[in-house]
């Protein structure tokens, strides 16, 4: 993995070639073995010289979203009444709940979902 991020390391056109599968399998790796070394991978992957690399970093979302949702840290937003003003959002982390069924309950006011919980929601639903 070092060997493949220095390789990689600052070579856009390298970068840039990078196909889809290549971010599955170290995706996949990080899902069974959770090696910090395969997330420096992909975190190296994201950038080129200080530049982002929105494709790359696209693929990577994605791998995660679809292939790994668990990796993902989750919260949820409780409304609750501020006493020295009228705020009141709270960002409140629930990392015992999975994805699917945090999605399944978050609703926000009139009835809307952050895109987070629909994507949650219709992959559940087709699991």
Not at 14 to 34: G, H, N, W
Not at 114 to 125: G, T
Request: glycine share 4%.
């Amino acid at each position: 993995t070092i060997t493949l991020k220095e390789i990689y390391m600052g070579k856009r056109n390298l970068l840039s070639r990078i196909k889809p599968d290549l971010i599955v399998q170290f995706v996949e790796l990080l899902k069974e073995i959770k090696d910090p070394r395969y997330i420096d991978f992909l975190l190296n992957m994201c950038h080129c010289d200080g530049s982002p690399m929105p494709a790359i970093q696209e693929m990577i979302s994605d791998g995660l979203f679809e292939r790994a949702p668990e990796l993902l840290p989750v919260c949820t937003v409780q409304k609750i009444k501020n006493v020295n003003s009228s705020a009141s959002s709270v960002l409140v982390g629930e990392a015992a709940k999975s994805p699917a069924k945090l999605a399944a309950e978050v609703s926000f006011e009139k009835k809307r979902e952050s895109p987070v919980a629909m994507f949650y929601r219709r992959n559940s639903a087709s699991n």
